[in-house]
């Protein structure tokens, strides 16, 4: 899984940030790398172990969710598990009860819930 997201700084500056699971870890089944750059400058980034997937879903949504509010907009997400997309739901404003009957009783994917979110928060 990647995500990767942007936005434009103060400065006029791109900035960016990606989340990925495509780093193993010796010392656990899970993990998380966490990515950030302005422009073209150099990557910096963070590595998290996990015990388990809910532990790393956990951080998943809060990054994104913190992101988004940030004001960062989605620039490229990528799963070889499709199952991925509907399990995560990062940028959960609402009960997910109230998206489900929006999208006519089913769910959304993490595209399309990231969208959502980005919306109604740029529209406050």
Do not use: C
């Not at 990767?4 to 500056?13: C, S």
């Not at 010392?27 to 790398?33: E, V």
């Not at 609402?94 to 979110?117: T, V």
Request: charged content about 30%; aromatic content about 10%; overall charge positive.
């Amino acid at each position: 899984m990647i995500v990767t997201l942007f936005k434009t700084g103060k400065d006029g500056k791109l900035l960016y940030y990606t989340v990925h699971d495509r780093q193993a870890s010796l010392i656990s089944p899970y993990a998380l790398t966490l990515s950030w750059r302005v422009g073209n400058g150099r990557e910096r980034s963070r590595f998290y172990p996990f015990d388990s997937l809910a532990e790393m879903d956990k951080m998943i949504r809060a990054v994104l969710q913190k992101r988004f509010k940030d004001g960062y907009r989605l620039l490229y997400s990528f799963s070889r598990d499709a199952r991925w997309s509907e399990r995560l739901d990062p940028t959960e404003v609402r009960p997910a009860s109230e998206q489900a009957q929006e999208q006519g009783g089913r769910g959304g994917g993490l595209l399309a819930r990231a969208a959502e979110a980005h919306k109604r928060l740029a529209t406050g």
